[in-house]
């Protein structure tokens, strides 16, 4: 058996396999849409200040707090009619209520490239998309404001803008407490950006000391994911991420809960809600030790970070602030937060290997588009690099096939020579290689690291947004979609057996001899489905392979002879 072509076939086959896994993965139904009840009126328990193992506010859902109940506290009032307050900037089209952020629209990313589509949205009041960021406070000894009433608008206006020439927003709300203890929250929103500054300023008027803690959380209804392969959207990670020291992720599913609550403590971390190109993030500001957690209310899944006690003394004031990023995940304006980790919110796989080696490649993509203006010529020029970058290995690969191409009618004539005693076939032909110093194994190492290669652009090809709609050339109007018209899995199709031609195929039987011909054929169909800035990868590197087995043939091979019948 010719080991360097089994070794070939193993090859690809593990990567068709890795990615069929992916795509073909059940997923399970997401949770019950949450009702308007659930979503909106739950009344939160209050934890004590100590943190600790229980559980307490959300949608219906708990915080992390005391390991004892904690006294009696005033409930907060419901929120007024009108408190509601709409905001909008150049890239953000907001609607808060004081304690959360119930809608968010981004008006330069449309749904479809269809005129007039309506603007992708993330935060959604509607039940069946229910999504919301919320932040509030729960105090052991006194009242506290929830995300779900307490805070209302500081002013009469419920419409802000930013103007021509502004650079920034203000949007205030107050709560005011029974005793003297009133917290003012702003929001504020830049130009040209998806991070909201959220601080919250305790003011304490009383005669006594007060103590709260602050939690943020991201609450989401599991989005319904159309599944199949011409769904971009299918393929990329959907659930919740968070940092404190590393990187961890928990996928929406019926099993969320599976691996615990988490209840972890970190100095400095964030919580995360990722999809396809666009994500919501909570990120405290400088060091300020919490608490992430997640959980599973009746509203869908949670993640959420709670904050240390805050000792107010009478007379005192104190601040806690956070960045809440609602928004793509582009990589400059990811990179801009300067926060530890959260660059991996651009999910480019739970392998960090191939997360690293996905950023380097989206690193010499962004250079080549600023170079040639257009995502697939700069993926064209990718490959380019590449084979540059491992044109020893690839060189040496073809001298391979060249030297085995010009020896295949001796080894045919081997193969005849021993009929079916395959032991001694493959001790003829080893000793062969041996004495023409022909390396079997030599075409190996360039399909071996481009593996990864490959695989770690998948992923970048499926998670950046700056390809999302991003069109190439005549008919190939978003690269990362599926060729619409199948031309370029066609291509792919011709190239595979045209380099399947030029390839030395000795020793092999003829069910080896069937698996290879139809190998071009099940890649192509593999093909159909895949990203069109994928396939243009593939079969950029297909065609500039072809050329260079050709050449490399003509100058250091011959025509293989006709073998001669063995005597």
Not at 5 to 22: G, K, S
Not at 103 to 116: S, V, Y
């Amino acid at each position: 058996m010719n080991q360097t072509r089994v070794f070939l076939i193993l090859a690809w086959l593990m990567v068709a396999m890795l990615l069929w896994m992916e795509w073909g993965k059940e997923q399970a139904a997401p949770p019950a849409a949450p009702t308007p009840a659930a979503a909106t009126t739950a009344s939160p328990a209050v934890p004590a200040p100590a943190p600790a193992t229980t559980t307490a506010p959300a949608g219906d859902a708990a915080v992390p707090g005391a390991t004892a109940a904690p006294p009696p506290v005033a409930a907060a009032a419901p929120a007024a009619p009108g408190t509601r307050v709409s905001v909008r900037t150049d890239v953000l089209d907001l609607v808060l209520d004081g304690g959360s952020v119930l809608q968010a629209d981004l008006p330069k990313f449309p749904q479809t490239r269809q005129p007039g589509s309506a603007p992708v949205r993330l935060f959604d009041t509607d039940p069946t998309h229910f999504y919301a960021a919320q932040a509030g406070w729960v105090s052991a000894g006194g009242a506290a404001p929830n995300h779900q009433a307490g805070f209302v608008p500081a002013g009469p206006e419920r419409a802000f803008v930013l103007a021509d020439g502004q650079e920034q927003v203000v949007v205030p709300f107050v709560w005011q407490g029974p005793d003297g203890v009133s917290i003012r929250r702003t929001y504020t929103l830049t130009r040209g950006s998806y991070a909201v500054e959220v601080r919250d300023e305790v003011t304490n008027q009383g005669n006594a000391p007060w103590q709260g803690q602050i939690y943020r959380q991201l609450i989401r209804k599991p989005p319904q994911i159309k599944r199949g392969y011409t769904q971009p959207e299918s393929f990329s990670f959907t659930g919740s991420a968070w940092y404190n020291g590393d990187y961890q992720r928990r996928k929406f599913d019926e099993d969320y809960l599976e691996d615990g609550h988490v209840n972890q403590r970190t100095e400095r971390g964030w919580i995360a809600m990722l999809q396809h190109h666009f994500f919501s993030a909570w990120i405290p500001e400088g060091q300020q030790p919490s608490t992430i957690s997640l959980d599973a209310p009746a509203s869908g899944a949670l993640v959420r970070e709670l904050g240390d006690a805050l000792l107010v003394a009478p007379g005192a004031t104190a601040a806690t602030q956070a960045r809440l990023y609602v928004g793509p995940k582009l990589v400059s304006e990811i990179r801009a937060q300067q926060v530890p980790g959260l660059e991996r919110a651009v999910d480019y796989s739970q392998f960090s290997i191939l997360a690293v080696l996905g950023e380097g490649l989206f690193w010499v993509l962004s250079h080549l588009y600023g170079l040639f203006g257009n995502w697939g010529w700069a993926i064209i020029g990718l490959v380019l690099l590449v084979k540059l970058v491992l044109y020893p290995l690839s060189a040496a690969q073809y001298k391979s096939f060249a030297k085995m191409r010009k020896f295949q009618p001796r080894i045919q004539q081997l193969k005849e020579r021993y009929g079916d005693d395959r032991q001694k076939f493959q001790e003829a032909m080893m000793e062969l290689y041996k004495k023409e110093k022909i390396n079997p194994m030599g075409g190996c190492l360039p399909i071996l690291v481009q593996m990864p290669v490959f695989l770690a652009l998948y992923w970048v090809l499926v998670e950046s947004v700056e390809l999302r709609h991003a069109p190439w050339i005549l008919w190939i109007q978003d690269l990362t979609a599926q060729d619409p018209y199948f031309i370029l899995p066609v291509i792919n199709v011709a190239v595979m057996w045209f380099t399947q031609k030029l390839q030395p195929a000795p020793g092999m039987d003829p069910m080896q001899q069937k698996m290879m011909q139809f190998m071009p054929l099940v890649f192509g169909v593999m093909m159909a489905f895949f990203p069109a800035g994928l396939v243009l990868y593939w079969v950029t590197n297909g065609a500039l392979g072809l050329l260079q087995q050709w050449w490399m043939m003509k100058r250091h091979g011959e025509p293989a002879p006709k073998a001669s019948p063995a005597k």
